[in-house]
């Protein structure tokens, strides 16, 4: 079963520490992988598409990883700023699906950024 | 560029009514999907458009869900009659091709069935 995991599922850290969120998926075989960012009562923003060919993408303070090998993608934030407390959401997908255009999500991160 | 669309934004209904969603996709997205959030569960996908045809609907719960997308433009999500587990978060998104694009998602609608 195609699975996708998030660790951890809480994470407090106090304004301008630099973090990692992580995110596992259970099969190698993904045309990509896309990190959200969901605010509370709001939709999802997409913050970084990884396709599988590539190893890492960067937006401003963000930057996402991926390892297709060992199923592992990492979201690094530069400099956490309280602006950045929100849910973090992976997505991939899988190539082994009925059509390969469905996302699966992990059940997401949820960052509190202390001033 | 206007994104992702949804209507309502809550939606509080009794159990059997009926309830229709509305998603408004990003102008030129042949690829629209729906996606539900039930509490304290990942969000799960229930099915995927390209243009008026339903690609996979294999998500869908069961036969109480309907979505329609004539003309291939807007999509509609209805409900009936809906039970109390259907309450969560439906989202709406689209894409410009099925693999390779960004997924861009709406705000979502916010069901509570009582």
């Known amino acids: 079963k195609q699975e996708v995991t998030q660790i951890p599922a809480a994470l407090s850290v106090p304004e301008g ?30 913050l970084l598409l990884i396709q599988s060919s590539q190893r890492e993408q960067t937006s401003g303070r963000l930057n996402a990883s991926l390892d297709k ?6 979201l690094y934030i530069a400099a956490s700023q309280p602006g950045d407390s929100a849910t973090y ?27 | 560029e206007a994104g992702v669309t949804q209507f309502p934004s809550h939606s509080v209904i009794e159990k059997g009514q009926t309830v229709t969603l509305r998603c408004d996709p990003i102008s030129g997205h042949d690829n629209l999907y729906w996606y539900r ?24 719960p069961n036969n109480r869900f309907l979505a329609e997308r004539t003309g291939g433009t807007y999509s509609t999500l209805k409900v009936q009659p809906a039970e109390l587990e259907d309450s969560g978060v439906y989202f709406c998104a689209s894409s410009q091709d099925t693999r390779l694009a960004a997924v861009n998602f709406g705000s979502g609608t916010r069901l509570t069935v009582v």
């Open chain 1, 17 to 46: 520490e630099n973090l990692v969120l992580n995110c596992s998926f259970t099969d190698s075989a993904i045309y990509n992988l896309q990190w959200f960012r969901q605010d509370p009562g709001k939709g999802l923003t997409s």
């Open chain 1, 69 to 74: 090998s060992s199923g592992r993608s990492t």
């Open chain 1, 89 to 115: 959401l992976c997505a991939v997908r899988f190539r082994r699906e009925t059509s390969g255009s469905r996302l699966t999500f992990g059940e997401g991160t949820q960052l509190t950024v202390n001033p």
């Open chain 2, 37 to 60: 959030r039930v509490m304290g569960k990942e969000i799960k996908f229930l099915l995927h458009f390209v243009k008026e045809s339903k690609q996979d609907e294999s998500g869908m």
